[in-house]
């Protein structure tokens, strides 16, 4: 054996040293730790796609929510103020800036009374997208809460299979035409006409996918331990469901502002001015030469609403899936 001592002109000693065993440290695992959420949105912004929507959609928010509060839209922004000025309605952008000079809410022009277009558009998108997150809000949480205890206990599974045969098969689009038309069409009438019933849905694709995995083994011994079906439910499933959950709310918000128009294109929308009712004003404007635009820009901006709050909420639950977080 070759003798380092005499090779590097060093002492054992120094060429050596005792080195404490701890078992405690030997235990420990020195890969680095995992943060779900961190990698969520470092998988989310790797794509710079993801990015761009982000900003389109803050800036929506930005002109929905921010816009009309600093104008005053509601109290001081009398949308028929210039109702007796013949020469400002129905006018184009280029013509609105002439009549009134150049200003941001001249943008889209002015409707049938006069009004700034750009003003009513923000505005009802505001309410529409409000209505949207509501509703949504009320259908997920009620879905998921029930789909949750439906799909694991067999029991529930049995008188819920029943009211999901009798009430699935109810046309939502008539369900809410009724209560519209029972009700005065109001935003609050409109969010219980599209909740009644609009949780069924989601408690139903939930039911089905935890009968997948309630049967796993460690369901099986949290059970023979007593552990309750609720606490089962929302601690060792809902969690591995988080992707799926995300996926169907980025479905659901869009779902709802689309809705929204279509029931207001037909008549039967709430009587606040939504992206829905301006639609539906501007019907005539459509086919009228030189008016299309106040028909369109609703259109347009109900359009990209939809698209950037449908592709931001799927983005991010393909993010949330933890297969995805793999290097």
Request: glycine share 8%; with cysteine.
């Amino acid at each position: 054996m070759e003798d380092f001592s005499k090779k590097y002109n060093l002492s054992d000693e120094e060429l050596f040293s005792h080195v404490d065993h701890s078992q405690a440290e030997s235990e420990k695992i020195t890969a680095p730790r995992y943060s779900y959420w961190k990698s969520v949105f470092r998988v989310f912004f790797r794509n710079k796609i993801n990015i761009i929507v982000l900003v389109i959609l803050a800036v929506v928010i930005v002109f929905a929510y921010v816009y009309p509060a600093v104008i005053g839209y509601d109290d001081q922004v009398d949308p028929f103020i210039n109702i007796n000025d013949t020469g400002a309605q129905h006018l184009t952008p280029q013509k609105a800036f002439d009549h009134f000079g150049p200003a941001l809410q001249w943008v889209f022009g002015t409707g049938g009374t006069g009004a700034s277009t750009f003003n009513s558009v923000w505005n009802g998108s505001r309410i529409s997208i409000s209505l949207a997150v509501i509703c949504a809000a009320i259908n997920m949480t009620i879905g998921i809460l029930l789909g949750a205890i439906w799909g694991f206990s067999r029991r529930v599974d049995m008188i819920m299979n029943e009211v999901y045969n009798i009430l699935g098969n109810i046309p939502s689009t008539l369900l809410v035409a009724v209560l519209v038309m029972i009700f005065s069409p109001s935003f609050w009438t409109l969010v219980f006409a599209m909740t009644v019933m609009g949780w069924l849905g989601m408690a139903y694709y939930i039911r089905t996918r935890v009968i997948i995995i309630r049967d796993h083994e460690y369901n099986l011994a949290s059970r023979c331990l007593g552990t309750s079906i609720f606490k089962i439910a929302m601690r060792n499933i809902l969690p591995f469901m988080t992707s799926v959950i995300v996926l169907e709310i980025a479905a659901a918000i869009p779902g709802y502002i689309s809705s929204e128009v279509f029931l207001s294109y037909i008549g039967l929308g709430m009587s606040e001015i939504s992206l829905g009712r301006l639609i539906y004003e501007a019907q005539k404007a459509m086919v009228t030469p030189g008016w299309g635009w106040e028909f369109w820009t609703p259109v347009a901006v109900a359009s990209v609403i939809t698209v950037v709050l449908y592709v931001t909420g799927q983005n991010l639950g393909d993010a949330s899936d933890p297969r995805t977080h793999m290097e």
